[in-house]
C-alpha cells in the first residue's frame, strides 16, 4: 500500500474548488448553474496580449529563458511601477513566475527555516496557510473584524510578534472580502518590525482611490503580482515577485531548480499587457463596478450584510449569519445547499479560516445578465427561508 506523505494527506482542500467542480457535475447533469463563486474574469485576454503571445510564437520563442525573466519584462515591470506608483525598482530585483502562488512559494521559501512564522489574516485568502506551510513557515493568524473594514488592527499583530517572526502578510485589495487598506494603517504595520509581504495580484481593481502599494512606504518588503486578475489572464500563468536584493539569489536559485522560468511567448503577453493594455483594462474595471453595485444593492434587499462596502477585487463578502442561525446550517452547508436548491455557487466563508464562518463570498466576475439571474435565484431562496 502507497502511503501519501503526511503534508499531502493533510492539506485541506480549497473549498471553492470543491463548490465549482460541485457545479460542474451539476451542469454536465443538465443543470442550469449561475457561477458566483469562482474568482476568474469572464473576459478574454486583450487582443494585443493575445497577438503577442502568436508572435512569439511564429518567432520560435519557445525555450527557456532566464531564470529571473526576460530581461525586457522585468523592466517593463519595473517602468509600469514607476508610472503607477513612483516607485524606482530595479529589474534586477524582480523574479517573473508562473503565476503569483509560485511568486509566494518562493518568497516563504527564502525567508523560513523549520519553526518560522508569517503573520496572516482570519479571515483570509484560502490558500496563504497552505503556502506558508508548504514554504517551510507556520501560519499566525490575526483576527479582523468586520467592523474595521476587516482590515489588521496593528496593535493585535504587535501581540503576535515573536522572534520567529519572518514577515506580515497584506493583501489589498482583499480576498476575500474586497476591502482596500488605507496607507496610514499600511505604514503603521510596517512600522512594526518585520519584513511585509504584500500580495498585490487585484491592484487595479479598485473603485474609488488607488491601492497604496508597500513599496511606497518601504523597501523592507516583498511585492507579489500578476496578470491573471487585471489583464484577465489566468490561464496564461504569468506573474512576479519584487525582493529585497539578499532575497533575490536565494530565490534565483530556487527558480533554477523547481520552476526553470516562466514561459518565453507568454513573457511577451505580459509585456504587452504592462505597455499596450490600459484601455482594456478600464474597460473591464468599469464593468466590475456596474457588476459590484448590481450585487451590494440586491444583497441588501436580499437581507444579506454588505458593509463595509467592498472597493477593489470583484468580490463582496456578504454577511448571512441570520440565515446561518435560522437553518441551523454552517456557511459551509449553507453554500452546498443554495447549490442544489437554488442552482448557484457560492464560496463558504469558512473557505478563509474560522473568522469567516457565517459569512458567504460573492464573486461578481460573471456577466451582468448572469448577476441579474444568480442574485434572483438567491433572493427566491432566501425569501422561502425566512
Given at each position: 500500500?502507497?502511503?501519501?506523505?503526511?503534508?499531502?494527506?493533510?492539506?485541506?482542500p480549497?473549498?471553492?474548488?470543491?463548490?465549482?467542480?460541485?457545479?460542474?457535475?451539476?451542469?454536465?447533469?443538465?443543470?442550469?448553474?449561475?457561477?458566483?463563486?469562482?474568482?476568474?474574469?469572464?473576459?478574454?485576454?486583450?487582443?494585443?496580449?493575445?497577438?503577442?503571445?502568436?508572435?512569439?510564437?511564429?518567432?520560435?520563442?519557445?525555450?527557456?529563458?532566464?531564470?529571473?525573466?526576460?530581461?525586457?519584462?522585468?523592466?517593463?515591470?519595473a517602468?509600469?511601477?514607476?508610472t503607477?506608483?513612483?516607485?524606482?525598482?530595479?529589474?534586477?530585483?524582480?523574479?517573473?513566475?508562473?503565476?503569483?502562488?509560485p511568486?509566494?512559494?518562493?518568497?516563504?521559501?527564502?525567508?523560513?527555516?523549520?519553526?518560522?512564522?508569517?503573520?496572516?489574516?482570519?479571515?483570509?485568502?484560502?490558500?496563504?496557510?497552505?503556502?506558508?506551510?508548504?514554504?517551510g513557515?507556520?501560519?499566525v493568524?490575526v483576527?479582523?473584524?468586520?467592523?474595521?473594514?476587516?482590515?489588521?488592527?496593528?496593535?493585535?499583530?504587535?501581540a503576535?510578534i515573536?522572534?520567529?517572526?519572518?514577515?506580515?502578510?497584506?493583501?489589498s485589495?482583499?480576498?476575500?472580502?474586497?476591502?482596500?487598506?488605507?496607507?496610514?494603517?499600511?505604514?503603521?504595520?510596517?512600522?512594526?518590525?518585520?519584513?511585509?509581504?504584500?500580495?498585490?495580484?487585484?491592484?487595479?481593481?479598485?473603485?474609488?482611490?488607488?491601492?497604496?502599494?508597500?513599496?511606497?512606504?518601504?523597501?523592507?518588503?516583498?511585492?507579489?503580482?500578476?496578470?491573471?486578475?487585471?489583464?484577465?489572464?489566468?490561464?496564461?500563468r504569468?506573474g512576479?515577485?519584487?525582493?529585497?536584493p539578499?532575497?533575490?539569489?536565494?530565490?534565483?536559485?530556487?527558480?533554477?531548480?523547481?520552476?526553470?522560468?516562466?514561459?518565453?511567448?507568454?513573457?511577451?503577453a505580459?509585456?504587452?499587457?504592462?505597455?499596450?493594455?490600459?484601455?482594456?483594462?478600464?474597460?473591464?474595471r468599469?464593468?466590475?463596478?456596474?457588476?459590484?453595485?448590481l450585487v451590494?444593492?440586491?444583497?441588501r434587499?436580499?437581507?444579506?450584510?454588505?458593509?463595509?462596502?467592498?472597493?477593489?477585487?470583484?468580490?463582496?463578502?456578504?454577511?448571512?449569519?441570520?440565515?446561518?442561525?435560522?437553518s441551523?446550517?454552517?456557511?459551509?452547508?449553507?453554500?452546498?445547499?443554495?447549490?442544489?436548491?437554488?442552482?448557484?455557487?457560492?464560496?463558504?466563508?469558512?473557505?478563509?479560516?474560522?473568522?469567516?464562518?457565517?459569512y458567504?463570498?460573492?464573486?461578481?466576475?460573471?456577466?451582468?445578465?448572469?448577476?441579474?439571474?444568480?442574485?434572483?435565484?438567491?433572493?427566491?431562496?432566501?425569501?422561502?427561508?425566512?
Amino acid at each position: 500500500m502507497i502511503r501519501p506523505s503526511k503534508k499531502s494527506a493533510e492539506i485541506p482542500p480549497f473549498l471553492v474548488m470543491e463548490v465549482l467542480e460541485r457545479a460542474q457535475a451539476m451542469a454536465a447533469a443538465g443543470a442550469n448553474v449561475i457561477h458566483m463563486e469562482v474568482g476568474e474574469p469572464d473576459f478574454h485576454s486583450p487582443a494585443r496580449v493575445v497577438a503577442a503571445a502568436e508572435a512569439g510564437l511564429r518567432r520560435g520563442q519557445t525555450h527557456y529563458t532566464h531564470s529571473l525573466g526576460r530581461r525586457d519584462l522585468r523592466e517593463a515591470i519595473a517602468a509600469w511601477h514607476r508610472t503607477q506608483y513612483g516607485t524606482a525598482i530595479d529589474p534586477d530585483a524582480i523574479v517573473v513566475t508562473s503565476g503569483s502562488s509560485p511568486a509566494l512559494l518562493l518568497a516563504f521559501w527564502a525567508l523560513c527555516d523549520p519553526g518560522d512564522e508569517i503573520i496572516l489574516a482570519n479571515p483570509g485568502y484560502a490558500c496563504y496557510p497552505q503556502l506558508v506551510r508548504f514554504g517551510g513557515g507556520e501560519p499566525v493568524f490575526v483576527d479582523v473584524f468586520e467592523e474595521d473594514s476587516f482590515q489588521y488592527r496593528p496593535a493585535a499583530i504587535a501581540a503576535k510578534i515573536t522572534p520567529r517572526t519572518k514577515a506580515i502578510l497584506v493583501n489589498s485589495p482583499s480576498n476575500p472580502t474586497g476591502c482596500v487598506i488605507d496607507r496610514e494603517r499600511l505604514a503603521e504595520i510596517c512600522r512594526l518590525g518585520p519584513l511585509v509581504v504584500s500580495d498585490e495580484i487585484y491592484h487595479g481593481l479598485v473603485y474609488g482611490e488607488r491601492a497604496v502599494s508597500v513599496r511606497e512606504i518601504t523597501e523592507n518588503s516583498i511585492v507579489v503580482n500578476g496578470f491573471s486578475k487585471l489583464f484577465a489572464m489566468t490561464g496564461w500563468r504569468l506573474g512576479y515577485v519584487v525582493a529585497p536584493p539578499e532575497l533575490v539569489r536565494p530565490m534565483q536559485k530556487m527558480q533554477q531548480n523547481f520552476f526553470i522560468s516562466a514561459g518565453d511567448f507568454v513573457q511577451n503577453a505580459g509585456i504587452a499587457a504592462l505597455n499596450e493594455c490600459a484601455v482594456d483594462a478600464a474597460r473591464m474595471r468599469t464593468e466590475y463596478d456596474r457588476r459590484r453595485r448590481l450585487v451590494l444593492r440586491r444583497c441588501r434587499e436580499i437581507g444579506l450584510g454588505a458593509a463595509p462596502e467592498p472597493t477593489g477585487a470583484f468580490y463582496v463578502f456578504a454577511n448571512a449569519k441570520r440565515y446561518c442561525a435560522a437553518s441551523g446550517l454552517c456557511s459551509y452547508d449553507l453554500a452546498f445547499d443554495i447549490l442544489e436548491k437554488a442552482r448557484v455557487a457560492v464560496t463558504p466563508g469558512t473557505d478563509f479560516g474560522p473568522g469567516g464562518e457565517g459569512y458567504l463570498r460573492l464573486s461578481y466576475a460573471n456577466s451582468y445578465e448572469n448577476l441579474v439571474e444568480g442574485l434572483e435565484r438567491l433572493a427566491r431562496y432566501f425569501r422561502d427561508r425566512g
